[in-house]
């Protein structure tokens, strides 16, 4: 079954500290893989996508089709990096929906 | 132009009756997702619409969900006979065909008592 994982529910880090949100994914075929991010009581806004392999925010993410994985990576933390993060899977072929992990809410630490 | 955009905002039933969720897509997009954003449990696919084409209603959870959405546009999600495991947010987001970015509504909150 198509699936998106990601293991962490909460991740507390410090200001200035390296992060690291896991997302490992399930799926039959090429997929696009994203991260969404929101932020409190703001809209559920797109963070990166692994076809555009740019930076945001100072974010980063690579697409290893070996481990099957996405991981969401910034060198060092920022207090207004605290959110929650989504990791997505778009269908590719068929219908081109999106399907979610269950989030990972980031906490940066003063 | 405006973003998506979802009406009500927030939504109180009692357990049993039906209610209607509205979402006004940006103009000109062509794809329409429908998700339940529940604590924990992520954001769960409940219906996607592209253009003409058959909807993929593989995420509706029982046939108390439908919904539908006229001339490529506005999309109406409809909860029969609501339970309290209904309870949610429902988002809504919009996409053109090409794009894969989607732009996600404000979202309903539904409290069923």
């Known amino acids: 079954a198509q699936r998106v994982t990601q293991p962490e529910k909460l991740l507390s880090v410090f200001k200035g500290a390296p992060v690291e949100l896991k997302c490992n994914y399930s799926y039959s075929g090429s997929p696009e893989l994203f991260w969404y991010v929101q932020y409190s009581r703001q809209r559920l806004q797109l963070l990166l996508r692994?076809?555009s392999r740019e930076s945001i925010k100072g974010f980063t993410a690579d697409l290893n089709k070996g481990e099957t994985s996405f991981h969401l990576k910034k060198p060092f933390a920022q207090e207004e990096d605290s959110a929650m993060y989504y990791c997505a899977l778009r269908y590719t072929s068929g219908t081109y929906k999106y399907i979610f992990g269950t989030g990972t809410r980031l906490k940066v630490l003063a | 132009g405006a973003g998506v955009s979802q009406s009500p905002s927030n939504k109180v039933t009692e357990k049993g009756k039906d209610v209607e969720l509205r979402c006004d897509p940006i103009?000109?997009?062509?794809?329409l997702y429908w998700y339940r954003q529940s604590l924990g449990q992520g954001l769960e696919f409940l219906i996607y619409?592209?253009?003409?084409?058959?909807?993929?209603k593989s995420g509706l959870p029982s046939d108390r969900f439908s919904a539908e959405r006229t001339g490529g546009s506005v999309s109406t999600l409809t909860i029969q006979r609501t339970q309290q495991e209904d309870s949610a947010v429902y988002l809504c987001?919009?996409?053109?065909?090409?794009?894969?970015?989607?732009?996600f509504g404000q979202g309903t909150r539904l409290t069923v008592v």
């Open positions: 987001a919009s996409s053109a065909y090409r794009d894969t970015e989607a732009f």
């Open positions: 692994h076809i």
């Open positions: 103009s000109g997009h062509t794809a």
């Open positions: 619409f592209q253009g003409n084409s058959a909807p993929d």
